[in-house]
Structures are given as C-alpha cells and as structure tokens.
C-alpha cells in the first residue's frame, strides 16, 4: 500500500472559481493565472481543465509557457514579467505568447526584433507597488515608441498591479487606480488591472482584461469575507490518514522539544504528513485538521514526515482514519485553507505552493 498522502484536486470547483470571476465582470475578459505549477495544483491539468472557458492564460515565465504548450495549450499565454533575455523573443514570437513590458530594455529589445507575426505587448506601469514597471512619467514616451511599431508590436495595453487591493482601507487603492484612470484616459488604452481581490471587491478596477489568481483555486484574498467570494469552492483538499495511535498519560510531552503536553490522559494519532510534504513547520499547538470529518488539533511539533493530533474526544478515531489538513472531508465538512495560513502566520499561497512533488495530486471532475 502507498503512502496515504496526497492532493485531491477537484476541476469542477475550479471551472466553478473561474466562472465566478468572470461573471463578475462581464465586460472585460478574463485570464486564468496560473503561475507556479496553478498555485500548486498541477500546471498542465488545470490548464486543460479551463481551456473550454478561458479566452488567455498568464504564467510568470517562458519555461512555465512551453509546458503549458507542450502539454497542448494552444490559445494565448502571457508572460506576466515578460523576457528574462532578448534571446527568448524568438520563442515567444513562434509560439505566440503574449508578454508584459515593465523595463526600458525589453522595449529596446521588442523593437529591434522582427517577428513573424506582431508580438502582443502590455505595458506595466508602477503605481506603488515599486516593484516591476515604469513610472508613471515614463510611460507616455514609452507607450509612443511601441505604437509606432505595428509591424514589433501590436495589442497594446496598459496593466498595473494593486498593492491593497485585498483591504479594508481603500485609500492606497483609490491612489493607485486614479494614476491609471489618468494614463489610460491620455493614451486611450485599455487596461488589465484587477487581480482576484480587486476583481471580487472593486468594479471600478475592471478592465479589457481582468487576472484572477488565488480566487481560481478557492482561497478569499481579502482582509474581510462577504459575498461573491463566500462562494468560492475549494479545489485542493491535502488528505492522508493516522497511521499509529498512542495512550498517554497525564503530563506526557509530545514531539521535538516536548513544546505539547497532555493535561489529562489522552490519544494521539500520528499522521503521514509533514515539512516534507510541505506542511508548515510553523503550525502552532491547536492549528486545526479534521479527522473522519471532526475537529481535531495538532499537538506538538510538525515533523518531516509525519505530525501529531490529539484525538482523544474522537472515539471512532483509529489507524487508518481520513485526515484532512485543509479542504473538504469526506463526510462533507470543510477546512479552509485560509483558516489553517492563520494558525501558521502565513497565507494560503505559501501553503498551496508549498505541497511538495513528492505529494501525488488526483484530479477529478463530478
């Protein structure tokens, strides 16, 4: 018998996040993200999963694009930080991918480039974020010189990336969107701003295109929960089982460093699962998993390969049992994700990107 860990990927809830954000924008268009392996679900599957839905789709790098077209991916890819070389314009040119522009070098080099076909271009433009982007002084001239160029470039637009787009206060928000609202309306340009808080909580962000990502893949980006994204499905469920129970006594330490102590007599199930996997190590006494559908609780330190629950109010609980770190349990109960990112201070990113290879993924579709 296997190891009983592994990811359950569930494609309905997928398509059913990618619908749900688009249909909340029913003007623009909207890409599916799905940088780093889907957020950890398996590029090429999720891929395949949404194509019938999606119109374009945006990874971080070429190498992250031709596994997509290797796997059959055949509409558009953007290349959401654009070229690492003007070496892989060549590649981007005969596999038709879109790319971003955030540095006057890859415009340099876009424009001394002769395509087959003009290579779709969005500028990015940095409204505070100050991470990858012009100026916004900077982009008049720089938007001049690509529009000058139909036979290099063609499908201009304008893109940005929203710094609190996922918060209660607005006002950072509402800085950022007037400086793009200004440029877009001086060059007549369509945009791309609004990411999977943005396009949940802010119409006004809304643009010819739109780039949800964690939203797809069923975690709620915003400081507060209310609908639409109350209506976001989880996608990955990280299953394994107890694979040994043990009887302590009172005061027994559990773990490295014996950091958990029972304080009655007490069960304890030992779970496969562990940093290895990519578990958090940093998941405190009490963070939250369900064990045959009911709340249990870690007790004492993650391990590499295994972690500890306290079972003792769970009578049926035994070798063998359904563990869930994070989803949906069999019996239909749900562990969010976002809840178990708090008890590790972390955020779901970390732990979806964090699932190691060596964690088997399943996909289904009901």
Same mark, same amino acid.
């Given at each position: 018998?296997?190891?009983?860990?592994?990811?359950?990927?569930?494609? #309905?809830?997928?398509?059913?996040?990618?619908?749900?954000?688009?249909?909340?924008?029913?003007?623009?268009?909207? =890409?599916?993200?799905?940088?780093? #392996?889907?957020?950890?679900?398996? =590029?090429?599957?999720?891929?395949?999963?949404?194509?019938? =839905?999606?119109?374009?789709?945006?990874?971080?790098?070429?190498?992250?694009?031709?596994?997509?077209?290797?796997?059959?991916?055949?509409?558009?890819?953007?290349?959401?930080?654009?070229?690492?070389?003007?070496?892989?314009?060549?590649?981007?040119?005969?596999?038709?991918?879109?790319?971003?522009?955030?540095?006057?070098?890859?415009?340099? @080099?876009?424009? @001394?480039?002769?395509?087959?076909?003009?290579?779709?271009?969005?500028?990015?433009?940095?409204?505070?974020?100050?991470?990858?982007?012009?100026?916004?002084?900077?982009?008049?001239?720089?938007?001049?010189?690509?529009?000058?160029?139909?036979?290099? !470039?063609?499908?201009?637009?304008?893109?940005?990336?929203?710094?609190?787009?996922?918060? +209660?206060?607005?006002?950072?928000?509402?800085?950022?969107?007037?400086?793009?609202?200004?440029?877009?309306?001086?060059?007549?340009?369509?945009?791309?701003?609004? #990411?999977?808080?943005?396009?949940?909580?802010?119409?006004?962000?809304?643009?010819?295109?739109?780039?949800?990502?964690?939203?797809?893949?069923?975690?709620?980006?915003?400081?507060?929960?209310?609908?639409?994204?109350?209506?976001?499905?989880?996608?990955?469920? =990280?299953?394994?089982?107890?694979?040994?129970?043990?009887?302590?006594?009172?005061?027994?330490?559990?773990?490295?460093?014996?950091?958990?102590?029972?304080?009655?007599?007490?069960?304890?199930?030992?779970?496969?699962?562990?940093?290895?996997?990519?578990?958090?190590?940093?998941? !405190?006494?009490?963070?939250?998993?369900?064990?045959?559908?009911?709340?249990?609780?870690?007790?004492?330190?993650?391990?590499?390969?295994?972690? !500890?629950?306290?079972?003792?109010?769970?009578?049926?609980?035994?070798?063998?049992?359904?563990? +869930?770190?994070?989803?949906?349990?069999?019996?239909?109960?749900?562990?969010?994700?976002?809840?178990?990112?708090?008890?590790?201070?972390?955020?779901?990113?970390?732990?979806?990107?964090?699932?190691?290879?060596?964690?088997?993924?399943?996909?289904?579709? +009901?």
């Amino acid at each position: 018998m296997a190891r009983p860990l592994y990811a359950d990927i569930d494609l #309905n809830a997928l398509r059913h996040n990618y619908c749900l954000a688009r249909d909340l924008a029913p003007q623009s268009k909207t =890409l599916a993200v799905l940088k780093a #392996n889907a957020y950890g679900h398996g =590029l090429v599957e999720c891929a395949l999963a949404l194509q019938a =839905l999606v119109p374009a789709f945006a990874v971080a790098s070429i190498e992250e694009a031709d596994r997509l077209r290797e796997g059959g991916i055949k509409g558009p890819i953007m290349l959401l930080e654009g070229i690492f070389d003007a070496e892989e314009l060549e590649r981007v040119d005969s596999r038709g991918y879109w790319v971003a522009v955030h540095s006057t070098w890859q415009a340099e @080099a876009l424009l @001394a480039y002769q395509p087959v076909q003009p290579i779709p271009a969005w500028v990015k433009v940095d409204t505070g974020m100050h991470r990858l982007g012009f100026a916004p002084e900077q982009v008049s001239a720089i938007w001049g010189r690509l529009k000058a160029a139909p036979e290099q !470039v063609c499908d201009l637009h304008l893109m940005s990336h929203l710094a609190t787009a996922d918060a +209660v206060d607005d006002r950072y928000f509402r800085r950022q969107m007037a400086l793009m609202t200004t440029l877009a309306e001086e060059l007549a340009a369509p945009t791309c701003l609004a #990411n999977s808080p943005a396009t949940l909580a802010w119409s006004e962000s809304h643009g010819g295109w739109n780039r949800p990502g964690i939203m797809l893949y069923g975690s709620e980006p915003r400081e507060q929960v209310t609908p639409p994204g109350a209506g976001l499905q989880p996608v990955m469920t =990280l299953r394994s089982e107890i694979i040994a129970v043990r009887e302590l006594g009172e005061g027994e330490a559990v773990g490295y460093g014996g950091r958990w102590r029972t304080t009655r007599p007490s069960r304890v199930g030992v779970v496969a699962c562990g940093y290895g996997d990519g578990y958090d190590r940093h998941a !405190v006494d009490g963070t939250p998993v369900l064990v045959n559908g009911q709340r249990a609780s870690i007790a004492g330190k993650v391990s590499m390969d295994m972690l !500890v629950v306290d079972i003792t109010d769970i009578a049926d609980a035994d070798i063998g049992s359904e563990v +869930v770190l994070w989803g949906r349990a069999a019996t239909g109960e749900l562990l969010g994700i976002d809840e178990v990112a708090g008890y590790c201070d972390t955020i779901s990113y970390t732990l979806l990107t964090g699932v190691l290879p060596r964690v088997p993924r399943r996909y289904h579709s +009901v």
